[in-house]
């Protein structure tokens, strides 16, 4: 699967942004999205993923009542909404594929570019 992210910016405290990931070349239906974020100098950090088939979805601590993610199948695209943005969201946004919802980053398959996300105070 090839994943493509956009929709980063700049971004004020409070503010809101959506991150979409379109994939390509889909051979299977039934696969994880997943939304990471990497800040400087620290790990790559998980943030939400979804199922393709069935939409059950996944938050990090971090994300739960402020972001939501979802899909259009008809888009072949995954978004993440991000509301009331914090300084602490501020990162590289990267989406991901693979055959399950785990939290850590190095059991996801496909990758793509990032896109960033920068929040001022």
């Known amino acids: 699967v090839q994943l493509q992210a956009s929709g980063g910016g700049l971004v004020q405290a409070g503010g809101s942004l959506r991150l979409s990931c379109v994939a390509s070349?889909?051979?299977?239906?039934?696969?994880?999205v997943g939304w990471f974020r990497q800040a400087p100098g620290r790990e790559r950090e998980f943030v939400a993923a979804?199922?393709?088939?069935?939409?059950?979805?996944l938050y990090a601590d971090s994300a739960k009542g402020r972001f939501t993610i979802s899909r259009d199948n008809a888009k072949d695209t995954v978004y993440l909404q991000m509301n009331s943005l914090k300084p602490e969201d501020t990162g590289v946004y990267y989406c991901a594929s693979g055959e399950y919802m785990r939290i850590s980053h190095r059991e996801w398959r496909d990758w793509g570019r990032g896109t960033q996300v920068t929040v001022s105070s």
């Open positions: 979804i199922r393709w088939s069935g939409g059950r979805t």
């Open positions: 070349d889909r051979t299977y239906t039934d696969y994880a």
